[in-house]
């Protein structure tokens, strides 16, 4: 473990604690703490593991692994996921073959999609040796085990970066932020999708949001936080949009329980395979991304240079 006194991406020391807890995925003892920095308002996991330590946080059972989602919910993530890539493709200069990577592919869903249904070539880069694995033998996908940092990738190697709930994972995201302006070619596309502070859902639930996940989320990013980082390393801000997806409300709500009442009946019906929470949810979850107070982000941003 180790405990940070500074802002992990600006080095201010003025920073305070907004929260702490445990792991409620996997069972283990420790306590970490999120911190708010008061100079560019980041919220970072300031008692952490140390980097070396974070893998024993990731098992194969880690949810976006094994995640099985409802028909519809699987159905609704296919239709985005191929509208995302149109919507991308129209500000790529006309080439006949666009090479995508996604950082963090997991086995490789989104890859399939980009490959089998919109004719990219596709690389991934994945934590995890076994989806790694998976994703070559059941699906002939190319997936570099690792993080991009231990890449060997050209300098405008890439049309298109993916990056799905990563960036809050990284113990490095700056340094990431620019290596992908690296490899990227000139106009091309990084789409990053991350959870958001500073808004109503994360407000609502203080320390039972759900986008904190002790320990496995290190840093929390403001739009403000995430303009700034993109526009540094070169990037134009093409799109912005708040996600109203129910899964953060479930969630946050199953954490409450959780916590009050150990993880029994009542915590369990807070699922996002339940049907029932979802319809609940749905409503909610659209008028918060409507008036951008969702604690999830996607943001489409592209190389001006
Ligand atoms: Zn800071």
Redesign the pocket.
């Known amino acids: 473990m180790e405990v940070l006194s500074k802002?992990t991406?600006?080095g201010?020391s003025r920073v305070r604690e907004v929260g702490r807890g445990g792991d409620l995925s996997f069972s283990h003892d420790e306590i970490f703490v999120f911190s708010v920095?008061l100079?560019?308002h980041?919220f970072f996991l300031s008692t952490r593991p140390r980097e070396d330590e974070a893998y024993k946080f990731y098992g194969v059972e880690y949810d976006p692994y094994t995640a099985s989602y409802t028909k519809l919910s699987e159905l609704f993530i296919r239709l985005r996921t191929l509208r995302e890539l149109d919507s991308i493709v129209r500000f790529l200069p006309p080439r006949d073959k666009k090479r995508l990577l996604e950082i963090g592919s997991s086995w490789g869903k989104y890859l399939l999609l980009a490959r089998n249904e919109r004719n990219f070539e596709v690389v991934g880069v994945e934590m995890s040796n076994a989806m790694c694995q998976k994703g070559r033998e059941e699906h002939g996908l190319l997936i570099y085990p690792g993080d991009l940092r231990n890449q060997d990738f050209s300098p405008s190697e890439f049309d298109v970066v993916v990056m799905n709930h990563v960036l809050e994972h990284l113990y490095h995201p700056k340094e990431t932020i620019a290596m992908i302006a690296k490899i990227l070619n000139k106009r091309g596309v990084l789409l990053l999708r991350t959870p958001v502070v500073g808004t109503l859902e994360q407000k609502i639930f203080g320390k039972y949001w759900h986008a904190y996940e002790f320990p496995r989320h290190v840093t929390l990013f403001s739009e403000k936080n995430l303009v700034d980082l993109l526009e540094q390393q070169g990037f134009e801000i093409k799109k912005i949009r708040y996600e109203g997806v129910p899964n953060n409300l479930i969630l946050s709500f199953k954490n409450f329980f959780q916590m009050k009442l150990g993880s029994g009946v009542i915590a369990n019906l807070f699922s996002i395979k339940n049907p029932l929470m979802l319809a609940l949810f749905s409503p909610l979850s659209f008028l918060l991304g409507f008036f951008h107070q969702s604690g999830r982000i996607m943001i489409i941003a592209q190389k001006h240079k």
């Open positions: 802002c991406i600006c201010s920095c100079k560019c980041v």
